[in-house]
T-cell receptor, first 114, second 114 residues
C-alpha cells in the first residue's frame, strides 16, 4: 500500500498561471480532503469529498476547484494563481465518517506563487 | 463554531525532560480529539486520539486525557528523546460535522536537544 500520494512535491508558479495538484489513495477510502498549511498556522480545509461524484466546500475554498470522478483520485485545481495561494497543500483520506477511523495524510506539495 | 487553541511555540527541551503541550477547545456537544505529529518534510501522522470524555489516548510514550470539564486535551510525555523533535497539532472533529472534518490548532514546534 502506498497510502496517500501527492504530486508534485514542489512547484513554482507565476501569478495568473494555473495548475492541478494530484492526489491518489489506494486504500479504497470514501472520504478525501484537501488542506492548506500556511507558515506557523494549523491546517485549513479547502474542499472535501464523501465519495465519487460528491464534493463540498471547506473553510477556504476561494480560488480552488476540485473533482472526484473515481474513488482513488481527488485533484485540486488552481485556475488563476495568486501570491496568497503560496502554501503547503496536504491531501488526506479516511475510510468513512466513523470516529474510529483516522485521516491519513499525503507528504504534501509546496507551492510558491511569484 | 468549533476551534482549537494550542500552546504557543516553539518549545525547546533537553533530552529526558518532561513535556506538556497544552490544548483547549471550543465545540458543541462531545467532539473527538486528536494529536497529530509532523516530522520535518513529511505529512501529518496520527499520534493518539480520544473519542469521549475521560478517555486517555496513548502512543509512543505520549498521553493525553479528554477533559470535558476543562475542555482540554493536553499532550504529555515523561521523558522526551531527540527523535520527538517535530511539530505537534491538536485537532477536533465535531460530533455533528458531516464528513468528520478536522479543525486544527496552529501547531507547536518542539525541539529536543541532546
Amino acid at each position: 500500500n502506498a497510502g496517500v500520494t501527492q504530486t508534485p512535491k514542489f512547484r513554482i508558479l507565476k501569478i495568473g498561471q494555473s495548475m492541478t495538484l494530484q492526489c491518489t489513495q489506494d486504500m479504497n477510502h470514501n472520504y478525501m480532503y484537501w488542506y492548506r498549511q500556511d507558515p506557523g498556522m494549523g491546517l485549513k480545509l479547502i474542499y472535501y469529498s464523501v465519495g465519487a461524484g460528491i464534493t463540498d466546500k471547506g473553510e477556504v475554498p476561494n480560488g480552488y476547484n476540485v473533482s472526484r470522478s473515481t474513488t482513488e483520485d481527488f485533484p485540486l485545481r488552481l485556475e488563476l494563481a495568486a501570491p496568497s495561494q503560496t502554501s503547503v497543500y496536504f491531501c488526506a483520506s479516511r475510510l468513512d465518517a466513523s470516529s474510529y477511523n483516522e485521516q491519513f495524510f499525503g507528504p504534501g506539495t509546496r507551492l510558491t506563487v511569484l | 463554531g468549533n476551534s482549537v487553541t494550542q500552546m504557543e511555540g516553539p518549545v525547546t527541551l533537553s533530552e529526558e525532560a518532561f513535556l506538556t503541550i497544552n490544548c483547549t477547545y471550543t465545540a458543541t456537544g462531545y467532539p473527538s480529539l486528536f494529536w497529530y505529529v509532523q516530522y520535518p518534510g513529511e505529512g501529518l501522522q496520527l499520534l493518539l486520539k480520544a473519542t469521549k470524555a475521560d478517555d486517555k489516548g496513548s502512543n509512543k510514550g505520549f498521553e493525553a486525557t479528554y477533559r470535558k470539564e476543562t475542555t482540554s486535551f493536553h499532550l504529555e510525555k515523561g521523558s522526551v528523546q531527540v527523535s520527538d523533535s517535530a511539530v505537534y497539532f491538536c485537532a477536533l472533529s465535531g460530533p455533528f460535522q458531516g464528513a468528520q472534518k478536522l479543525v486544527f490548532g496552529q501547531g507547536t514546534r518542539l525541539t529536543i536537544n541532546p
